[in-house]
């Protein structure tokens, strides 16, 4: 059993991965932080949980636990993660700390890095694309729910080298924005849609870039640390009425002549055998993702214009955040890939 704690564990992150390690079989979990819940029950924080264990204080649960994962705000792991590293452990940080070059970092997050160094040393956590890296990690960079719909939808397309830019807009559950998210009372939320951080402001534009333009570089399994090509994204979200969920529509730009024949082709073959990719005939839809670790896309050829649209719904929670979380634990450790990650999801 390997000894795994969370930090940030009365989170929506660390909800999820509560859900999903307790269900692991290879798995002990050896501590939970909180600073509001520090010495209460599980319970005390999460009413679905059925579990007196105590929160605990972060040194502890960092002590006790063989793989920490950090579910806490940006900016926090970069001070977090050195230590932890020392001590022989390995860290999955599921904020944006070590997701991007410091620089791009600093510049769209607004935070000085602390760590600057060990941005060479984390592994992007897209298993899609970084198998064989995460297999050797230490430090994973687990991306968020916006960057894996829009880098899932459009990296077929950029690992062949057509495409040449993409309009990507994004619709997303008000749990993307955390338990005490901005702007998320019920009474503003409810019967209500609204873009926000538009005019290309939004931080996870950059690592959308960085991502397909390691494809374009490297093609279909590119290194977190190797060479990029240039590609450039529009990127606008909106946040709407339900819990879970994220759509991704993407509209690209390709150079090539194309029709649905070929593009199904593409896409069937660059997720061959991928155990949470589906791509579908249908649209896809959020609640057919809800609770699973699933991303579901649809590549769809228009004549008219020329352009390809692609369609990829996720549940921002599971396949956005702590379930791919789980699967690069799943793949550092060496357990099979799928070890306590849902296929299926709840419905209706
Ligand atoms: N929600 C989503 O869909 C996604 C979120 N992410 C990223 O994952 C991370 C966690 O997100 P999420 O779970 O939604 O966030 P939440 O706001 O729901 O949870 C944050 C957690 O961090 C703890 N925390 C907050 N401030 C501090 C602090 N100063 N020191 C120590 N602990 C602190 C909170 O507990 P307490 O205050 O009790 O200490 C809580 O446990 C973020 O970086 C987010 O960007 C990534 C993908 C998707
Ligand atoms: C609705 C909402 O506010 N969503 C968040 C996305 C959350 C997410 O993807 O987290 P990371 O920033 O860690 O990638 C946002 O737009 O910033």
Same mark, same amino acid.
């Given at each position: ?74 900016? +926090? ?20 700390? /070590? ?17 600057? *160094?060990?941005?060479?040393? !984390? ?6 694309? %970084? ?5 050797? !990690? ?40 955390? $338990? ?5 009372? /019920? !009474?503003?939320? #409810? ?11 939004? =931080? ?9 333009? =390691? ?9 977190? %640390?190797?060479? $990029?090509?240039?590609? =450039? ?13 994220? &759509? ?14 070929? +593009? ?5 073959? /660059? ?6 990719? =589906? ?11 809800? *609770?699973? #670790?699933?991303?579901? +896309? ?12 692609? /369609?990829?719904?996720?549940?921002? &929670? ?11 634990? #799943?793949?550092? +450790? ?15």
């Amino acid at each position: 059993m390997v000894r795994v704690g969370i930090l940030g564990a009365s989170g929506y992150g660390g909800a999820e991965l509560l859900r999903l390690l307790k269900g692991h079989p290879g798995v002990e979990l050896v501590g939970f932080s909180s600073r509001k819940y520090e010495g209460k029950a599980l319970s005390a924080a999460w009413p679905q949980l059925w579990d007196e264990r105590l929160f605990l204080p972060q040194e502890e649960v960092v002590g006790r636990a063989e793989v920490v994962f950090l579910a806490l705000p940006n900016g +926090l792991a970069m001070g977090l993660v050195p230590e932890i590293l020392r001590a022989g452990k390995r860290a999955i940080d599921l904020s944006g700390d /070590f997701r991007l070059p410091p620089e791009v970092y600093e510049a769209w997050y607004g935070i000085p890095h602390k760590s600057p *160094g060990l941005y060479q040393e !984390a592994v992007y956590g897209l298993p899609e694309l %970084h198998r064989a890296e995460l297999r050797e !990690a230490r430090l994973v960079a687990n991306p968020g729910c916006y960057v894996t719909a829009a880098t899932l939808a459009l990296a077929p397309l950029a690992a062949e080298g057509v495409l040449k830019g993409a309009f990507v807009v994004g619709l997303s559950g008000v749990s993307g924005a955390g $338990r005490e998210g901005e702007g998320t009372f /019920f !009474a503003e939320v #409810n019967e209500n849609l609204k873009p926000y951080k538009v005019g290309g402001t939004h =931080r996870h534009i950059p690592e959308m870039e960085l991502n397909l333009g =390691r494809l374009l570089a490297q093609g279909h399994t590119p290194r977190t %640390h190797g060479a $990029r090509g240039e590609v =450039r994204l529009s990127f606008t979200p909106h946040l709407v009425p339900m819990i879970r969920g994220i &759509l991704v529509t993407a509209e690209a730009e390709v150079e090539g002549a194309w029709d649905q024949g070929k +593009l199904d082709a593409l896409y069937r073959g /660059f997720y061959a055998g991928e155990p949470f990719v =589906r791509v579908l005939e249908d649209l896809p839809q959020t609640k057919g993702t809800l *609770g699973s #670790n699933r991303a579901d +896309l649809k590549p769809l050829y228009e004549g008219r214009t020329g352009r390809v649209l692609v /369609f990829a719904a996720l549940d921002n &929670l599971v396949k956005g955040m702590a379930g791919q979380a789980v699967q690069n634990l #799943n793949l550092m +450790l060496g357990f099979p890939e799928d070890t306590a990650l849902p296929k299926e999801g709840l419905w209706p």
